[in-house]
């Protein structure tokens, strides 16, 4: 990579290839690039018994292309959640993707994505905590849950969509005792009930902000940087455009679905290791 960087670089200058690397992107290329390397930077660590020395060179800490830096993280990550964050009961693993069409949209607008973020794990936690009260759980009926974003499916195309991991019930107060309320048995018709909540109140909020299109028939973007999006949520090669046009409205376009599509999206929910519990089945 680090001997075809330059030659890629000079390519998009020329219009040799018709897209355009965005800044963050391209900084994040370039720091795994400088990764590792002790001429980048390094610091030197002596112990004190023995003197040995030895260099380690800087990390470049990123979130994109690193597997060094990746791992790492992710192990750390993993290590807080199960020591320090979540408690000693059941937990259940929820994975929401969204429709083709939305894709786009929300690899680039990260508030948005926010937004539907929390509609998402909203609805999943009002589940529990109304099975839970409809088991005899009174007064403040609380769950929780860790999201974690994906970006890409495992075919590397854009795809961003939600992994999460829910408490598998509801803690409720008993005096100055909380109480732990376990869901038990998940039926694949309550999944399909929390999908069709959660995609309702998505679906209300992009209509009232002005976010979602229905029209059959969508002008196509001209923007290079927006048809490289477009090729990495399908897979296919990017069409040729034009040069780039820095503020076309191809970056800003809204989410646009067909209304065939806008109910295209999949939950899946499955029980971890530590339920003992079978998997659940996929649910569109």
């Known amino acids: ?33 400088d990764c590792g390397l002790l001429c980048r930077g390094f610091a030197r ?9 030895r260099l380690v060179a800087f990390s470049c800490k990123g979130r994109g292309f690193c597997p060094s830096c990746l791992g790492r993280r992710m192990c750390a990550t993993a290590a807080n959640l199960i020591e320090d964050v979540l408690p000693e009961v059941a937990h259940r693993p929820w994975v929401l993707t969204f429709p083709f069409p939305w894709r786009r949209r929300l690899a680039q607008d990260g508030a948005l994505f926010g937004v539907l973020t929390r509609i998402f794990v909203e609805s999943v936690e009002r589940f529990y905590e109304e099975r839970a009260a409809r088991r005899g759980a009174c007064g403040a009926v609380k769950s929780g849950a ?9 075919d590397m195309r854009l795809n961003p969509h939600l992994h999460v991991v829910f408490l598998d019930g509801a803690y409720h107060e008993d005096g100055t005792e ?3 309320n376990e869901l038990g048995h998940l039926r694949t018709r309550e999944v399909g009930q929390v999908l069709e909540h959660a995609v309702g109140r998505m679906l209300r909020y992009l209509r009232r902000h002005g976010h979602l299109e229905s029209e059959h028939d969508v002008e196509e973007d001209d923007e290079p940087e927006a048809a490289l999006c477009a090729s990495a949520v399908s897979g296919r090669e990017p069409r040729h455009t034009s040069s780039p046009r820095n503020g076309s409205a191809g970056s800003r376009r809204i989410v646009r679905a067909r209304s065939r599509t806008t109910s295209r999206c999949a939950l899946r ?5 530590c339920t003992q519990r079978p998997p659940g089945r996929a649910f569109r």
């Open 1 to 33: 990579m680090r001997d075809n960087v330059e030659t890629l670089y000079g390519a998009i200058d020329d219009d040799a290839i018709a897209v355009r690397i965005p800044k963050h992107a391209k900084k994040e290329l370039e720091a795994y690039l």
């Open 45 to 53: 660590l002596r112990c004190e018994r023995c003197e040995e020395s």
């Open 146 to 154: 860790v999201t974690v974003v994906q970006r890409t499916s495992g």
């Open 178 to 180: 909380l109480v732990w």
């Open 269 to 273: 929910s499955m029980a971890s290791p």
